[in-house]
Structure formats: structure tokens, C-alpha cells
């Protein structure tokens, strides 16, 4: 829908059709106009009943404008019936589980964290995780897998050391340390015997990760009664006793992973602003660089980050894997793993997790690669970034499908300062008849309105975008939503994400309703699950489902299938996944008919 | 500028105008629109230019629809002296007093509390403090006041007297009591001699507020080294040394403040979410009932919020009233104080405090009365609350401008439910001939998107409200934006309010800019500044300066202007006020030309 059809549907609202003001021009009020309005009318019950058509009217028309609203303008009989399932339970539990009167901060579109455990009892949110999904199309690679599998395959990596810039001598030094993982080769003699739990230990000097994790001398510290608990779920306390040792490991790792993830803390700040979510996130991809980037874990990386996506129901994901290091270490402890063999490593990791997953009676599609470098360089080396795309592009075709810039956006260059290289990639791309490598760019990641990280958004449309990564601040844009809508251009919205980062209060006044209400292609996206907590789909989906009431389970088949039609997937590939989509989706409203139908 | 015009505006810009994708159709995009594209430069600087050109116009085509491009397009030299300097000063501070690399959490668009130590060491406030800022056209009465004016009120007003709903025999109990005041008559029998810091204090107990303030045995709690250190500086501690007599009465008018005020303190836990600051929001209404529901005191009140708003550049402002309670207090203890009384005591103050006024050489317009009632009543109270706002506007025209429900809007009452009431009065007003009682109506003060709270926008708009209050959801609807522009309905901001209320982690992420990328009128109002520290306009001109970039010193000439345009004001006064505010807006752009114009 763009704008003329937008026109065509405001237009017929004529003055005489509101009650008096709104109808009066603002400069020339006349009693006149006041007198015509009410003067149709000879009751007051006619008025309302007037009144009352008036509403109707208004709101389907405001609802015109939205992006389902084909789709809910041809709902089969069972997805009518399985919209007002999913409705009525959105609304019981809103009433009994969420907006409780002793409860007093508890409400269904409530900040992320606090929500979670509520969550995961909600029957909404069962139905949400059994919802077929179609495309994951915004994610990092470092920060899509639950930390404790990275944690699990430390403990059984050969080589694995760690160390901290400051003795780890007490619960304080904890917090304040910078920790660092890395794989030795066998004949290093970078180890040290130090013990990095006392005083006399020589900062940053490796030491055994076995060592480290056996002899973690807090074990109470983040117990469930410790000093500092950690505030989410991601972390259960032991079922049943545990040995002291046993304690201690799971104290240790605990620790680990709360360097991994952005789940609050009792000993950390609240986090307050995005400028300080940041600050931390930012060590979080660090502390995971050490434990991911060496050639075994990562096969059982990009598997895993497949299987946990495909178990919440989504069938296709494309990841953004951040090039800018030259090199990973291979299985030797050498550093020289080169980005065609991480390439190698992601294909060979895919074809092996599909046939596993078939296995499982699990279809998945596919998992491609969206190269990215970090808007730190100069262009010099953006340059190399995009030959070297090019180059990977030309031996994998089919698992290169975009390029883009990643990081902190708002401290980042912005892509105005990129153009010389962008431009050029696109006219040597054109002139040598190249295969395209679209872009595909973050852009108005930021609170700004005008600034330098909301700019971007203009030259990412003009660079030719195919999508927007985040899109934050489009909303206050309505020429470019217009050449978004124009131009098809979807948004990869990102809303946990956001709020976590500190963009948003709660899912609620995140701007993607706008973008909704106002007919943009829009698709969900968990960007950093490792670190948010939010992995696969549903929990996006449920937050998104409660904090707006206009949505229905039908928007949520439009979404899906905009993941999939704004996937890098070529136009045989589109059908065929789409096809299989609906024929999911129609098992799904099966599903939801057969097992919550009974009271309606 | 409605949509016709942004027709007009978007169409020139023709898909070869963009670098291949963003051109293409997403459904059928074929090389040749991406070579034709290309096709047209011979270099990598022939199409570097072309961007830059393209670029440009599309930044240009933007700003456009903005509610400042008219006025931008056509400034003075010295206003355009004038934008620059603000721009230069906002991009100073921006840099090294907000985004300085050692302080983690600052930033210019940080939260409110955090920031107003900065704020009020800053050269831009000042500016804006100095700034004509015509009409504040969104503000409650009994919030409108420093509560320190009613503290010292309270001190010195006979009869007047405390209770709590449970000892205050501990810190804790501070917290955890309901704490009422109240004027009592001479003769009262009421009084007890119980001692409320003592567990045998009978719970609701009236005791001499002179006494209790005498007597606070906790004269440690709320210094700043205390246990309870309110977070804000609305109560700055003593700056000589102070006898324990001295201190006793500062922690117990500090204790005061805080239960009129949503200023964090380090012992009260910290507000998450909206639900939870309406809860203590709401709270504070009431302690303030019974300070300011007092005859003499209610007069003091109407000048000191006159006197407020005038010192920090406002020259007009519409008050809701909250008519609710039938009676006030009279002078002499009785509870039937009538609201033909309020209107009458809030009419003589207005009188005499621009008198005053004119002698401190501030020529205050005026100060007139939105008729309120609250959205938890039914429609046979609504009408009673209609008769008597008709009978009072009947007596004092030129104080009674408009009529509004007030409350929490979430769990209150939907416009919906009051249509009978609401139509039959218009209609009545329009059959009898009588003076028009606008509607100016609260609306969308939620974070839902098609709930009941949200769906009262249609209801305003319907009604044909002259103003929206709050408006906080109107962004999500597209079609009811541009109802608002077509009919000229401005919407009364409080970007503040809605930060601390819950609905917006800061100004910055505020959907106010939004509207106003839109084009939709706004203003800027503080609400209830008693409650959140944002006296006067200041601050929240000052958040919007810093949060958008597009926003220049000429774009709050707009608002200023359109805050006046707006007002309930008739067409000749309009004209006066107009003409004034653009005399003190010319002298005011002088004066920061010659203030701060010298490096530029």
C-alpha cells in the first residue's frame, strides 16, 4: 500500500462527518459548522447511533493502512477461529497473570527481564513457541548460541587458558577484572603457575581454564542466597545437593557466563542508559571471542546456532559473521584459520546440521552468511573487507548473500564517510556484471533525530539497501518509511534487543507499532541471544503479540511470511519456502483449534 | 501541510534518482534497473557527486515535512546568527559535558533525575531559561507548584493537622504509612494527644502538624549522608552548620516533600515501570489535598504558579482543575468551600499577581481553567459535572475555557463509555445557542496500541477535542495524524512527564519528534511539575533542544508560537499575545547574539 491509496481512504472522512471541532478549521471557527454537524440529527440516541457508524468507520480505516490487513481482510474460517482463541488467552492471562492488583509492576508488555519467568509458565507463550517461524534475518554469529554451550565446550577443549588484567583475589576484583579466554597450542610456554585467585598473581598471565574452574574459591557467590545473585533465569540453581566441588564448578561458570550475557546482577549497576548497555555488551563479545574462535568450536557453534533456532520453529537464518580479524586458531592452537576456511567450516557445519535435524523430522531451510567488517576502520581497509567479500562471494555463492558494516553505531564512522568505497563496490559490481552482493545495513540503531547514526538511515537507502538492520529511528522519518514501502524495503527489528540496549523503556514503546500501523515491512529478530536471553524467535513474537492489542495471530503470519520474502533466497528457493510455511502454518491452526478451541 | 502537499513533495524523487536496489521493485528486480542507474556517471567522483547531490535533496525533501520548514525557509540574518550559536553551544556541551569518555552514563538526552545537576550548570539552559516561551497549555493545579511553597504554607497555617495510617515508630514506617493532612476547625474535638512516632499512636489519629514537625525523632534520614538520600536536588542540603532543632524540621519537611514528589530516593525502590510510578504518582495527590484544599492557602497557590511559570518565560497558562470533590476548606475549618468560590478566589489571584507582575516588569497574559472531572465516575456524575462546568463558565466566561476528564488513563474509563453524557452536552450547547465549551480532552496517555486507552484518540478526535493531551500513542496512527493536521488539533507534549510516569526511558526515545517530522502541531507542558522538579518550561524545551538535531532555536520559535495559536484565547487576544511574544522573541535573539556571539 503506499501513499496514494492512502489518500484514497482519508479522503471520503469529510468534515461534517465529526461531531463539531475536529471538523472546524483551527484559524476560522464558526458556529456555523458546529450547528451543520449536530443538525443532522434529531435525538440523542440518533446522535449516538451516528456517532457510534462514525467510529466504526474511522478505526477500520486507520486499520486499512496497517500491514495484515489483507490478510485479515481474508481470513479462512479456522483463522478467524484461532484469532480469537489466541485473543482470548492474551486477554485472560493479561487479566489474572499479568495486571494482577497485588502485583504492582507486573503487566504483560513489561521490561524483558522482569517478565521471564512469568513467561515461560504462560500458556501464550507455549502456543507462540510451537508458532512456525520462517526466517531469522538479523543476527551475530558470536552471540547466537546459549553461553553454556560455549562454557560446556571449554571445559573439554584441549588448550583452553584464561587470564585477568587484576588478581582475582576477591568477590569485588570479580566485577572489576577484564577476563580473557584463549586456545594454547600443546608446546606453549606462555603458562604460568600463578594462582589468579591470589594476590600474587601477575596480571594477564595464562593460566589452565581447568585449573581456574576447579579451584574458583567463591562458590556461594551466585547461588540463589549468594552475594550476587543473577537476576535472570538463565542460570538455574541446582536441583538437588550438590558436593562443594560440584558447587564450585557451577559457581565458576556462572561467573563466566554472567561475563557473557547482559542479565543483571545484584553486585552490578542497574543498567540505566543505552550509552552504559553498551559499555558492558561490548565486553561480552570479547569475552566470547576467546572461547568461540577456534576451528572445532565453531562447527558446534554454527550447528548449535541452527538446532536451537530450528527447534523454536524457525527454518532459515542469515547470519552476519564480523570478518574483521584476519584469522581464527585452528585445532593446533596456531593462529592462522583464514576467513575462506571459516566459510568452509559454516558450509560444511550447515549441510551436516540439516541431516541432522531431518533426523529430528526438522526441515531447515538453510543458514547464509551477510559478510561484516565494523565501522571502525578507514576505508583502506574496507576496501580489503570488500575485496576479500568478493573473493568469498565468488567461491561460495550461494552462502555469501550480503555485506555490512557492525558495531556500536552510534560512536561508529558513519556511512557517509564510507561512500567512496561503497559506491565504487557498486559500480565495479555493475561494471564487471559481477553477482550482485547486496547491501543489507544497520542503520538508525540510535535515540538520535537528526544526528550523524539516524543520517545513516538516508544513505543506506540510497545505497541501496535490500533491508534495514534495526531501523530504530525510521519512525520518525515519513518520506523514507514512504520509500521503504515504495521501494520494499523490510525493517529487521530487533525489539528485546533494543530495550535491553537501552532504546526503549519496554517492548510496548518500541516504534515498530508504527511501523506496523503505518504498512512497513517489518520482520523480528533476536540479534544477541547469547547475551539477551531471548533465543529463537518466540520470545520477540510473544513480546510484540501482548504490547499490542491490534495485533493478532494473523499479523504474526504476515510477519513471518515477510521474513521469508525479504530473505536472500532466489525466486524458486521463495516459492518453495513459502509453500512449505503455509502448509506448517495450516498444521499450527489445526493445533490451536484441536487443543485451546474447547471454550469458544 | 497535509498529505496532498507531501504527495507532491515525495513524488519528484524517481526510482533512477537512487544507486540500483532501493530503485528496484522488490518483487521483480531485474539488472537493468541496477545498471541504468550506474549508467549514467564515467567515474567513482562523477558518482560520488551525483550522491552527494541526491543526497542532499532527500535530506532536504525530509525536513520539509517538518512543523519548523516554513519558518526555516525564510529567517532573518540574525535568527539564522542566533540557530547557529545554540547549534554551536548544544555540540560544545554535547562533547565535553555530556559524552565525555570518563562518565559512562552521561549523555545530553539522559534521564531527567540524572541529568538536572548538569542541566542546571549548563550554558544552553540558561539560554532557555531566558528564552519567551508564550503558552503552557498542559498543567494540573494541584501539581503545579514547588511542594517546598506548600510545606511552608503549612508551617504557618492554623488548624492545620497530620495523621498516618500506622505509627511512624521506624524508618521503615515511614515508608510503609498513608500520611494525610488536614485544616480543622478551632473548635475541632478531633485532636489527639497520642505521639505519631510512638507504637501507641492510634492509626488515623489527627495530631497538631506544628507539633510532628517539631518533634521528627529521624533528623538524620534524609541528609546526604543519611540512610534515605533522595536522589534529586529539589532539597538541597543546608549549606551552614544547623542546630539539631534546625535539622529535626529540614528531615521532616524533607520526609513531606517526598511524599509529594517522584523524586528517587536511595531507600524507596526504584520505579520500573509505569504501573508502578502511577501507583506512588497518585499518592501524592493526595498528601497535597489536604495541604492545598484550603481556602487561604488556595489562593497563595494560584499566584505562586502563576509567578513560576512567568519568571521562566510563560506568559499564559490554561489550569485543569480538578472538581471532583465538591467542597474545599474554608478559612475557618468548615468543609463548604463551593467551586463558584475556587473559580472566584482563582479569579482575584489572577488579578492581582499580574499586577504584581507588572511591577516586577512582566507582563503576564493571563491564567484561565480547563473544568476537570476524573475518569473513574459514571455518566450520572459526568452530567452533574457538566451542568455545574456550564453554570460556572456561565459566570465567569473568560475563566472557564474548556472541559476534560483527568486520572490514570490506563485503568480508567474510556471516552467510549461517556459518549451519552459527552453528546448530549454538545448537542444541548448547540441547540440552546450557548457559548461553546471546547472539549480538550486527555487521550492516549498509554504505551498500548488498539487497547481502550489507545482507542480514546478516536474518541477525542470524534468528539472534536480542540486540543489532545498527551497524545503519547497518536504516532502509532497514521490517519489520525493527519485528522490532526487537517483540522488543525494540536497536541500538548509532556515529554517529562512521560519519561518519569514510565512510558519513555528518556526525551530522546519521546515519540514527540515523531509528530513533529510529521508535522503535526505541538506544544510543550510539564504537567505536574510539583511531582516531577520540571517548574516552569525549561527543562523540557531544553530536553527536546538536546535530543534532536533537527531541532534548532528557530524550530521552538514554532512551538512558542503554535502554543499560543492553540490557546483559548479569542481571535483579537490571540493576535496581541502574537504580536507581543514576537517582540520579546526579537529582543531575545538579540541578546544571545550579543551574550554569546563572540566566537562566531
Partial sequence: MNVRSHIAVIRPLKEEDLVNGAAANHKQPTADQFKISLATVNSDADLEELYMRKRSELIAKERSLRFDAAKNASLTSDEQKANQIISRIRKAESDTKWD?????????????????????????????????????????????????????????????????????????????????????????????????????????????????????????????????KVLSHLIPPPTAEVSQEEQQVLAFESYVQSLMTMAPTTSAEAVRNSKQAWAKFLTTFRVIHGLLGYEPNLKEHVKQMCRINARDGVRYVETRINFFLPYMVRANGQHDLTHREWVQIYDE???????????????????????????????????????????????????????????????????????????????????????????????????????????????????????????????????????????????????????????????????????????????????????FGNFGLSYDYFKLLVSSHQTQLSSLHVLVRQSIEFAQLDEQEKADALGKFEAEWAQFIEWIIKEHGDSD
Wanted: one cysteine or more; hydrophobic letters at 40%; aromatic letters at 8%.
Fill in 349 to 531: 557445519a550447515v549441510t551436516e546440521v540439516r541431516q541432522e535435524l531431518r533426523a529430528e523430522g526438522i526441515d531447515f531451510w538453510d543458514a547464509r552468511i551477510i559478510y561484516s567488517t565494523v565501522r571502525i576502520i578507514d576505508n583502506a581497509t574496507l576496501r580489503l573487507a570488500l575485496e576479500d567479500c568478493r573473493a568469498l562471494k565468488k567461491e561460495f555463492p550461494h552462502r555469501i548473500v550480503g555485506f555490512d558494516l557492525v558495531g556500536h553505531e552510534d560512536p561508529g564512522t558513519p556511512l557517509k564517510t564510507y561512500l567512496p568505497e561503497l559506491l565504487r563496490f557498486k559500480r565495479e559490481q555493475s561494471e564487471l556484471g559481477l553477482e550482485e552482493i547486496p547491501f543489507i545495513l544497520h542503520a538508525g540503531e540510535t535515540l538520535g533525530d537528526g544526528n550523524h547514526t539516524d543520517e545513516n538511515l538516508f544513505d543506506a537507502l540510497l545505497l541501496g539497501t535490500k533491508r534495514i538492520g534495526h531501523g530504530y529511528s525510521l519512525s520518525k522519518h515519513p518520506l523514507l518509511m514512504q520509500l521503504c514501502k515504495d521501494h520494499g524495503i523490510l525493517i529487521e527489528v530487533c525489539p528485546i534487543s533494543n530495550e535491553i540496549l537501552g532504546y526503549t523503556s519496554n517492548v510496548a514503546a518500541h516504534p515498530c507499532t508504527t511501523l506496523l500501523n503505518n504498512g512497513v515491512a517489518v520482520s523480528l529478530s533476536n540479534d544477541d541471544p547469547c547475551q
Fill in 100 to 228: 494482577v492488583a497485588h502485583e504492582m509492576h507486573t503487566f504483560s508488555g513489561m521490561p524483558f527481564y522482569q517478565a521471564m519467568d512469568k513467561m515461560h509458565s504462560s500458556a501464550l507463550f507455549n502456543v507462540i513457541q510451537k508458532m512456525p517461524k520462517g526466517a531469522l534475518l538479523h543476527c551475530h554469529m558470536d552471540a547466537t548460541v546459549d553461553s553454556r554451550f560455549l562454557i560446556a565446550r571449554a571445559a573439554v577443549t584441549p588448550g583452553m587458558h584464561m587470564r585477568a588484567s587484576q588478581p582475582l583475589d576477591s568477590v569485588a576484583s570479580l566485577r572489576e577484572a577484564t577476563i580473557q579466554f584463549m586456545v594454547l597450542p600443546p608446546d606453549t610456554t606462555e603458562v604460568s603457575s600463578d594462582n589468579i585467585y591470589e594476590s600474587s598473581y601477575t596480571p594477564l598471565a595464562w593460566v589452565p581454564y581447568t585449573l581456574a574452574r576447579a579451584t574458583f574459591p567463591y562458590p556461594h557467590i551466585w547461588t540463589p542466597d549468594g552475594d550476587d
